[in-house]
């Protein structure tokens, strides 16, 4: 959505003035209390005991970024491993991005000497001083990588999305059970405090009926060199890995490399970066399964001879360049009234990024834009019993007729007292990396295997593999070009039917 800056002031205000309206306790209490920013709103506490030992297997692009935001009150990195050198190196080091600036920079220059590095997830494996891993891995090893370690006694925080297929995820869960260990996968809005805070904005019924959520993520790979899912390989590091690859599950280098654009490695667009979306948009819906998907997916750039390569040869990637899928998910009566659907619609392209990530709530009384995980807008609609709305209309909350609070116009201009309060709050918190790892640590250390809503961990299995089905289920109604319904035992992880089998779909 394009907003001009007064506008997107405006409407960030507006979402703190409406937070703290409704959550002032919450937020008094989090500053108040001084311990780890999402402690307060995740339901944990500052760890009594040692950290919990952690070996990281996976050190690329997405291991780093969690190296440099891993809690080391929490977690005591033992060791890391990955295959590739480079990026054995690049977990100390870092790689001059400020996302991922090394742990030496982190930890100091003593953390060399002390944290052990092995060259791939086996031999870390075999550590007995570990007692939990950070997998962030391409995709397609998410499963085998994560079982082998729930085996070997260890407790495991496996990036997203959970596996390549919902088979595999039900057997990560079942071997977790069995082995009596935790088994936390990232997506991490599920611990970032501008997602707690819109959710409950959405709670609380300040938008009013919603209808239809648009989520989007819009990249522009199109121009020469710009293609962050394509790197180059480098001849050396390739003829070390010579041989050793299959036995890890890649078919070759570029399958290594550049995992996230085959099939056999990646999941495209939906398992990439659609499920984080669609993750956020069920919790926003209450946490509710969706009823049916359908959608059109294309390699519409990559795929035409001539546009989207630049030796003017096909590209040989299998994943689409382009997605557009629509959801169809159950309304709060649903249950009592079958029209009461809500329609969550999702795009994914890559030759356009003048509107990049985001979701936009859009209810009967207000809509709301959270804007690339950072900032969150809140909008009122126009009625004719309290005046104005729109982009330039500042807001505060009033109690309704109902009791329950209520979106009313303001002739201020000034912030309000609450929205300071909010805002102070707010600026200290982070995307939920650290939280998530926070609250993995807490859970390990407390013995805590409960479910989330007793304080368990927030994206246990059981969870995740719903965004798995969501996202995977996507790819198939696209393969198949069918509407496709979802099935309540596709998300029990004791029924072992799955999208992927079910003969009405590959049938
Ligand atoms: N939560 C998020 O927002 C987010 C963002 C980006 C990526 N991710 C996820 O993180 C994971 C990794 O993505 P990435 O961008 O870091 O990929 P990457 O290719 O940059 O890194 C993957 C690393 O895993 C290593 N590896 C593969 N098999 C191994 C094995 N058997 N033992 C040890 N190391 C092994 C590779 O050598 C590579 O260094 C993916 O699942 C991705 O979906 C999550």
Redesign the pocket.
């Known amino acids: 959505m394009y907003f001009k800056s007064n506008e997107k002031v405006i409407g960030k205000e507006n979402f703190n003035t409406a937070v703290g309206s409704t959550r002032r306790d919450f937020l008094v209490g989090t500053v108040a209390a001084g311990t780890a920013a999402g402690a307060t709103y995740f339901g944990y506490s500052k760890l009594t005991g040692d950290p919990v030992k952690v070996g990281f297997?996976?050190?690329?692009?997405?291991?780093?970024?969690l190296l440099t935001q891993h809690p080391p009150e929490f977690m005591d990195i033992v060791a890391i491993?990955?295959?590739?050198e480079a990026?054995r190196k690049r977990a100390f080091d870092g790689d001059g991005n400020e996302h991922r600036i090394g742990l030496v920079k982190k930890l100091g220059p003593g953390c060399k000497q002390r944290i052990k590095v092995y060259n791939?997830?086996?031999e870390l494996l075999k550590d007995p001083e570990i007692e939990a891993v950070v997998i962030?891995?391409?995709?397609s090893?998410?499963a085998p990588?994560t079982i082998d370690a729930l085996k070997a006694g260890k407790h495991v925080l496996c990036?997203?999305?959970m596996a390549h297929n919902i088979t595999e995820c039900k057997e990560m869960i079942r071997v977790a059970k069995e082995y009596n260990k935790l088994l936390a996968v990232?997506?991490?809005r599920h611990y970032s405090v501008l997602y707690d805070n819109a959710n409950h904005i959405v709670q609380q019924g300040l938008l009013g009926e919603i209808k239809f959520i648009r989520a989007q993520w819009h990249r522009n790979n199109s121009f020469p060199g710009r293609d962050s899912w394509r790197n180059k390989i480098n001849p050396v590091e390739a003829a070390e890995l010579e041989g050793r690859l299959q036995e890890?599950?890649?078919e070759d280098m570029e399958h290594?490399?550049n995992?996230r654009l085959f099939n056999s490695t990646g999941g495209g667009l939906m398992?990439?970066l659609g499920s984080?979306q669609l993750d956020a948009c069920s919790i926003f819906l209450g946490k509710v399964h969706p009823l049916a998907v359908h959608g059109y997916g294309g390699r519409n750039f990559y795929g035409v001879k001539g546009v989207g390569s630049l030796d003017k040869q096909k590209d040989d990637r299998e994943i689409d360049d382009h997605v557009y899928v629509t959801f169809e998910f159950p309304g709060p009566n649903y249950a009592e009234d079958k029209n009461d659907i809500v329609i969550v619609t999702y795009s994914s392209i890559n030759t356009n990024r003048f509107e990049p990530y985001g979701e936009s709530v859009f209810g009967s009384r207000g809509t709301m834009y959270i804007n690339m995980e950072q900032e969150a807008l809140l909008f009122k609609e126009a009625s004719p019993t309290t005046g104005g709305g729109g982009p330039e209309q500042r807001l505060y909350v009033l109690s309704g007729n109902t009791g329950g609070p209520v979106l009313d116009a303001s002739e201020s201009l000034a912030p309000s007292a609450s929205a300071s309060i909010a805002n102070a709050a707010l600026e200290k918190v982070s995307r939920g990396?650290t939280e998530e790892m926070e609250h993995f640590c807490y859970c390990i250390r407390n013995n805590i295997n409960a479910s989330p809503k007793e304080g368990g961990l927030k994206c246990n299995g059981t969870v995740a593999m719903a965004d798995a089905i969501m996202a995977l289920t996507a790819n198939l109604a696209m393969k198949h070009k069918k509407r496709i319904e979802f099935k309540p035992e596709w998300f029990d992880p004791e029924n072992p039917a799955v999208p992927e089998k079910d003969p009405q779909i590959v049938g």
Do not use: C, F
């Not at 297997?57 to 970024?65: A, K, L, M, R």
């Not at 962030?136 to 995709?139: I, K, Q, S, T």
């Open positions: 297997i996976g050190t690329g692009d997405e291991g780093s970024v491993a990955d295959l590739r990026n791939d997830h086996r962030a891995v391409p995709l090893q998410h990588i990036e997203k999305l990232g997506h991490q890890y599950g890649y290594l490399v995992w398992a990439e984080h990396y």
